[in-house]
Structure formats: structure tokens, C-alpha cells
């Protein structure tokens, strides 16, 4: 299992970035898969989850309105949409996920098993 995440940058306050995870070793059809973000001095929080067995995805309330995640455009990829960036959204972007957990609220509740290496997002003026 292989997840890479790309796509972070610096940005202003109000613009918007999408990140991809593009994954390998399995196939996005049962397994939840997530977007987490880890900020110097606070733990990490789930941003985002999939369930890749009917596209239904979850968000927490402080992103629901802001972010979105879905399926890329080429194959077992999963992007994360950010709109109207805050400079509290700074941070380090995992993708993760959980092979056993279709679910994508225990995943966004849970600690994924597999994780990606980040993509660090920086919101700035």
C-alpha cells in the first residue's frame, strides 16, 4: 500500500488549492480513505473522508462548508478541495486510509493503519 499526496503550496487568505492522493497496492472500491492535517502545536484532525464503496464522504463541521474530497479524475486518486483558505488551515496533509474500515466516519475517528507522507499547506498574506 502506497499513498502519495501532492499538490500543497502557499496560498492567501481566501484562495483555494486541491491536493491529490494517488494510491497504489489497492483499489479504491471498499476501504475509506481520508485527508488528515497535522499544525505546529495541535494534534492532528481528520479533514476529510471517503467511502470508496459508494462515494458518500464526511467532513467535520469546521471544514464541511469549505472543503470537499472526491475521486480524481485518473484512476484510484482521491482529491481534497479547499476553498476559502484560513490562515489557521496551515499545516502538514496526510492521506491515509484503513484497508479493513469502509466506514468514513470511524476512519475520520480512528487512526488509519496506512498514511501517505504530507504535503505541507501554508495560508499567508
Known amino acids: 500500500v502506497q499513498l502519495q499526496a501532492s499538490g500543497g503550496g502557499l496560498v492567501q487568505p481566501g484562495e483555494s488549492l486541491t491536493l491529490t492522493c494517488a494510491a497504489s497496492g489497492f483499489t479504491l472500491n471498499r476501504p475509506s480513505i481520508g485527508w488528515f492535517r497535522e499544525a505546529p502545536g495541535k494534534e492532528r484532525e481528520a479533514v476529510a473522508c471517503?467511502?470508496?464503496?459508494?462515494?458518500?464522504?464526511y467532513l467535520p463541521d469546521f471544514v464541511k462548508y469549505r472543503f470537499d474530497i472526491s475521486r480524481g479524475k485518473s484512476q484510484n486518486t482521491v482529491n481534497l478541495q479547499m476553498n476559502n483558505l484560513r490562515p489557521e488551515d496551515t499545516g502538514v496533509y496526510y492521506c491515509?486510509?484503513?484497508?479493513?474500515?469502509?466506514?468514513?466516519?470511524?476512519?475520520?475517528?480512528?487512526?488509519?493503519?496506512?498514511w501517505g507522507m504530507g504535503t505541507q499547506v501554508t495560508v499567508s498574506s
Open positions: 471517503l467511502s470508496t464503496n459508494n462515494d458518500i464522504t
Open positions: 491515509a486510509t484503513d484497508l479493513g474500515q469502509a466506514s468514513n466516519y470511524a476512519l475520520c475517528h480512528s487512526h488509519p493503519t496506512e
